[in-house]
């Protein structure tokens, strides 16, 4: 009974991972197969029958994506540490109220995600040009850091709030201070949180549109590229374009998965 469960298991994950990688999947088909057997064709074939970069090479001509390619990896970068810069903070100070209190405010915080971008983003584009922040690398950054601080502080929280409280007070009988108890042991001990929180906010920047129109129309970034691409109705161009802006998201996680565990999740501690 137990190894059909583990079966069962099995199917279950293969199914969903399936699932999810077949969009991917056919993002590749489609950018590194002929025409006539994906778009050209009545019926689209499912697996690849053969291969080129004709559609990756017309998607780059005329099209400058080395310069929004690195604007959009930045602001992303920036994002993702603004949002542990003042996430880690604001979660730890959180994990040291009530449970209930601590996750009332942090579902509190996700209420800017709850307003259309749009409004927001008219706004704090007034401001910024008061400020002289306007079509700049570090206020997008700060705008599009809105939505992913929210995020950051959530799982944050959830990693502190695991972490047996008899620690911090032992650290703080050894001589170590609130930032450096922080720094040393809680952080260190919530590296799969901290991973994650960088990635999510990485991802939520990497492909924000909304902001990233309104606050830097002069300088775009590599998703407002894509998006002129995909109005003109250049599909394969739009394809190819769209690979591009995937791959870093691939990396990106394939360099941070040693991190990415749930143990603190359920209150485990693992070296």
Known sequence: MQLLSRAMQYVVATFMSALFLYPLYILFLISFSPIQYTLGSLRP???PQGFTLQNLVLALQGTNLIDPMLRSLLTASLVGAIALLLGIPAAYGLSRLTST?????????FFVNMIPALVIAIPVSVSFIDLHLYNTVLGLALAQGLIALPFSIFL??????????DLENQARVDGAGM????YTLLVPLSKSAVAAAFLISWMLSWDEFTFATILSPI???????IYTNITRGNILASSALALVLTLPVVILTI???????????SGGLHG
């Open 156 to 165: 944050l929280l959830g990693a502190f709030q695991s972490l047996p409280k």
């Open 179 to 182: 930032l450096r108890t922080l």
């Open 255 to 265: 360099m941070l998965q040693r991190y990415l565990r749930g143990e603190y999740l």
């Open 45 to 47: 074939l499912q697996w």
């Open 101 to 109: 209190l601590a996750n009332t405010i942090s579902t509190l915080l």
């Open 219 to 225: 300088t775009p970034t590599l998703p407002y590229v």
